[in-house]
């Protein structure tokens, strides 16, 4: 079974602190996809980033960052010189290659809510 | 292009009353979704399809039922509402079952069960 931990329920900082959200998976899939999406205040939802488990590269795009180390099962997310737009809960999702008639289906943390304040 | 769209965005139900939140996507995706949403609990798999006709239990399939007759139309029906069902819910679709590509969200659908 697969499973998703986002031990971080909420995070409050102040605007341009930089914040890491952490997300733990597991699985004993080899192949295997990491999601983040954002759900501001509006609610929906914003994808955000994929990575297979294969690539094992960080990435940066902005002020976000990701960083993936499959020896932790870990896949943090570093957003820098925080905004008050930043303020929303994001999820950490794993999804797993299956045969036919398995589906890929995803499997979502439970969320952090970040809080970023002037 | 209209993406995913659910209607309707908000509902207030009583115990025992049916209703069908509505889900449509334009992009001629096969794999749609529904999962609802509850606090500390993240999002969590109800059922899903992987093209029209096909339809498969997620991880919390207990007082839903979904059918697919078109490949744009994912309805979710609640048969017999109850206060356990309050929560907001969100259909999702992406090209293909065994695409790894990114699921696109509805803008979710509130209900209440009093």
């Not at chain 2, 048969?79 to 992406?94: D, E, R």
């Amino acid at each position: 079974a697969q499973k998703v931990t986002q031990a971080q329920t909420e995070i409050s900082v102040v605007e341009k602190e930089d914040v890491t959200l952490d997300c733990v998976y597991e699985t004993r899939d080899t192949t295997y996809y990491l999601f983040w999406y954002k759900q501001p205040p509006s609610g929906e939802l914003v994808f955000l980033i994929r990575r297979n488990s294969f690539d094992e590269q960080n990435e940066i795009s902005g002020r976000y960052s990701w960083n993936f180390q499959k020896s932790t099962s870990s896949f943090n997310f570093t957003i820098t010189a925080s905004q008050v737009v930043d303020s929303a809960v994001y999820f950490c999702a794993l999804s797993v290659r299956r045969g036919a008639g398995g589906g890929n289906k995803l499997t979502f943390g439970t969320g952090t809510q970040l809080k970023v304040e002037l | 292009n209209a993406g995913v769209t659910q209607t309707p965005k908000f509902q207030v139900l009583k115990t025992g009353q049916s209703m069908t939140l509505q889900c449509a996507q334009d992009m001629n995706h096969e794999y749609m979704s529904w999962y609802r949403q509850d606090p500390g609990m993240g999002l969590r798999l109800i059922h899903y399809s992987v093209g029209a006709g096909i339809t498969d239990q997620g991880e919390v399939p207990n007082g839903y039922n979904v059918s697919r007759s078109t490949t744009e139309d994912f309805p979710l029906r609640l048969l017999s509402a109850a206060p356990s069902q309050t929560s907001v819910y969100f259909c999702a679709s992406k090209e293909r079952q065994e695409n790894f590509g990114e699921l696109f969200f509805g803008e979710g659908s509130r209900l209440t069960v009093l």
